[in-house]
Nanobody, 123 residues
Framework: QVQLVESGGGLVQAGGSLRISCAAN????????MGWFRQAPGKEREFVAA????????YYRESVKGRFTISRDNAKNTVYLQMNSLKFDDTAVYYC????????????????WGQGTQVTVSS
């Protein structure tokens, strides 16, 4: 059974840092692109970052470049998102997702999803 379980969300002040994690099982983790998406109230789900297979290639949405870092530990089947210099606009439910395909920017490309973890940034 495939499972993606996020953890580490919470409340943080603007300018602060938070690291969220996603533990995966039930599929061949190292062969999948792992992505982070987020969805704020009243808004569509949007791509945040992706880690390609071994983790040596990463991609970010423009607004988080230089502040967020995605990493993965294939031995632990876990992907992380380190978020620094958090802003009020980063407030959202953050989801991890997995895709075996080559495309990764659209949520439609992903086969597996976690339940999400809330990140709230206070201004």
């Amino acid at each position: 059974q495939v499972q993606l379980v996020e953890s580490g969300g919470g409340l943080v002040q603007a300018g602060g840092s938070l690291r969220i994690s996603c533990a995966a099982n039930g599929f061949s983790f190292s062969n999948y692109i792992m992505g982070w998406f987020r969805q704020a109230p009243g808004k569509e789900r949007e791509f945040v970052a992706a880690s390609i297979w071994k983790g040596d290639r990463t991609y970010y949405r423009e607004s988080v470049k230089g502040r967020f870092t995605i990493s993965r530990d294939n031995a632990k089947n876990t992907v992380y998102l380190q978020m620094n210099s958090l802003k009020f606009d980063d407030t959202a439910v953050y989801y991890c997702a997995a895709t075996s395909g080559g495309a990764f920017l659209s949520s439609d490309e992903y086969e597996y999803w976690g339940q999400g973890t809330q990140v709230t940034v206070s201004s």
